[in-house]
């Protein structure tokens, strides 16, 4: 299994062009989730899903975009990036709980794309 | 909205110093989970309490979440060179779906 792959791992970017990473899971995780990473600020949540179809805002959401069409593939997309969404983005995933519709198993997290905006 | 501090923000020692980070929610917590990001690297999961007062050890590292779950703690006994990193704790409330994350505390050790 190649748990959870993040492409590109680097990229460099305009002001104002668009982009999308991808990120791909094999484990067959229903919750997939996006946080970037940022010095002092932790890990703050971007987008997350609780499945195929279903998509919901995290703490930090403007300008960027998600969809979640299969179970294995949850994009990220700046639609206009700007230099302040600089950072080092990260997906994540793990199982959902059926008992109680959260997923409390462990996040498995890819290796990470670190972006940059000028 | 739900908020996990976490403090310090950096902690350096020296190798075989004790060493202890903090998490603080400000709501009630399902469970709570602790990762460890080395340099340059990704965030890997450590460990999960769910049950309020819970200790959990992990050979050197000691876990514990509080009585009210709104609280937890990470100690490591005699800190050795291979546990820089970042240690992060990350809570999810009671009903929701979202984990967040506290900011963490880097870890550097001075052999």
């Known amino acids: 299994n190649a748990g959870v792959t993040q492409t590109p791992k680097f990229q460099v970017l305009k002001t104002g062009q668009s982009m999308t990473l991808q990120c791909a899971q094999d484990?067959?995780?229903?919750?997939m989730s996006w946080y970037r990473q940022d010095p002092g600020m932790g890990l703050r949540l971007i987008h997350y899903?609780?499945?195929?179809?279903?998509?919901d805002q995290g703490e930090v959401p403007n300008g960027y975009n998600v969809s979640r069409s299969t179970t294995e593939d949850f994009p990220l997309r700046l639609l206009s990036a700007a230099p302040s969404q600089t950072s080092v983005y990260f997906c994540?995933?793990?199982?959902?709980?059926?008992?109680?519709?959260?997923?409390?198993?462990?996040?498995?997290f890819g290796n990470g794309t670190r972006l940059t905006v000028t | 909205g739900q908020q996990v501090m976490q403090i310090p923000q950096y902690q350096h020692v020296q190798e075989g110093e004790d060493f202890t980070t903090y998490c603080n929610s400000s709501?009630?917590?399902?469970?709570i989970q602790w990762y460890k990001q080395r340099p340059g690297g990704h965030p890997v999961f450590l460990i999960q309490?769910?049950?309020?007062?819970e200790v959990k050890k992990q050979k050197r590292l000691t876990f514990q979440f509080g009585e009210a779950k709104k609280n937890s703690s990470l100690h490591i006994t005699a800190t050795q060179t291979t546990d820089v990193g970042t240690y992060f704790c990350?809570?999810?409330?009671?009903?929701?779906?979202?984990?967040?994350f506290g900011q963490g505390t880097r870890l550097t050790i001075n052999p």
């Open positions: 309490l769910v049950k309020s007062g």
């Open positions: 899903s609780v499945g195929a179809g279903i998509t």
């Open positions: 709501t009630t917590l399902s469970n």
């Open positions: 990350a809570g999810r409330r009671q009903g929701a779906q979202k984990l967040v």
């Open positions: 994540a995933s793990s199982l959902r709980d059926r008992v109680w519709g959260e997923a409390n198993s462990p996040l498995h």
């Open positions: 484990m067959n995780h229903e919750y």
